[in-house]
């Protein structure tokens, strides 16, 4: 089994910084198979990036997936009050077929 | 509007069962893999259970294997998962989410929709 392991646990940043969230996996990880996802508190996960580096629908341009093999990175460009959240990567695998990283929390410094 | 409604929730006692119950609508439901994602309070997510669109392929979390069942209805639109033996620390918001599988020049695997969650509480 494939473990995702995010770092740091916490970043706490102030809006119009820089933020880069990572993912770091204990082997290699197809690209195509990396998604992030925000949470925000009482609200389901939203897709943000798929195949380490593709914007869903709707997602705002400050939002960047990159990375290969055991490493991944979002960043966010300039934070916006909305992007303060919990931050997961997760992975495609065959068994089982998807696992999460233990997530990044954003938070307003 | 896509949208996955999940329900059946609720307060059980340790031992007990559950049937939780995940409504699709404004999508071709039986085109799409879908999956059951849980989330213990204050903790990150965990993948419970996957069914292809077909019913023909089916898995679990090492976690819940043995005990919960995931099925679904293609008639009615609708994704199950019953629990039994349930513990506290199935203790969960539990999430619907479907599948995308994006073929280009490579496939491309996310859950692009999910439900808001309906709360298990296990305790006695």
């Known amino acids: 089994e494939i473990v995702l392991t995010q770092s740091p646990g916490t970043l706490s940043l102030s809006p119009g910084e820089r933020a880069t969230l990572s993912c770091r996996a204990s082997?290699?990880?197809?690209?195509?198979?990396l998604a992030w996802y925000q949470q925000k508190p009482g609200q389901a996960p939203r897709l943000l990036i798929y195949?380490?580096?593709s914007r869903a629908t709707g997602i705002p341009d400050r939002f960047s997936g990159s990375g290969s093999g055991t490493d991944f990175t979002l960043t966010i460009s300039r934070l916006e009050p909305e992007d303060f959240a919990v931050y997961y990567c997760?992975?495609?695998?065959?068994?089982?077929?998807?696992?999460f990283g233990q997530g990044t929390k954003l938070e307003i410094k | 509007e896509v949208q996955l409604v999940e329900s059946g929730g609720g307060l059980v006692q340790p031992g007990g069962s559950l049937r939780l119950s995940c409504a699709a609508s404004?999508?071709?439901?039986?085109?799409?893999?879908m999956n059951w994602v849980r989330q213990a309070p204050g903790k990150g997510l965990e993948w419970v259970s996957y069914?292809?669109?077909?019913?023909?392929?089916?898995y679990y979390a090492d976690s819940v294997k043995g005990r919960f069942t995931i099925s679904r209805d293609n008639a009615k639109n609708s994704l199950y998962l019953q629990m039994n033996s349930l513990r506290a620390e199935d203790t969960s918001v539990y999430y619907c989410?479907?599948?995308?599988?994006?073929?280009?020049?490579?496939?491309?695997?996310?859950?692009?929709?999910w439900g808001k969650g309906t709360t298990v509480t296990v305790s006695s």
């Open positions: 989410a479907r599948e995308r599988v994006m073929v280009t020049t490579q496939y491309y695997y996310y859950m692009d929709v």
């Open positions: 404004g999508f071709t439901f039986s085109s799409y893999s």
């Open positions: 069914i292809s669109s077909s019913r023909s392929t089916i």
């Open positions: 082997q290699s990880v197809s690209s195509s198979y």
């Open positions: 195949g380490a580096s």
């Open positions: 997760q992975q495609y695998g065959y068994s089982p077929p998807y696992t």
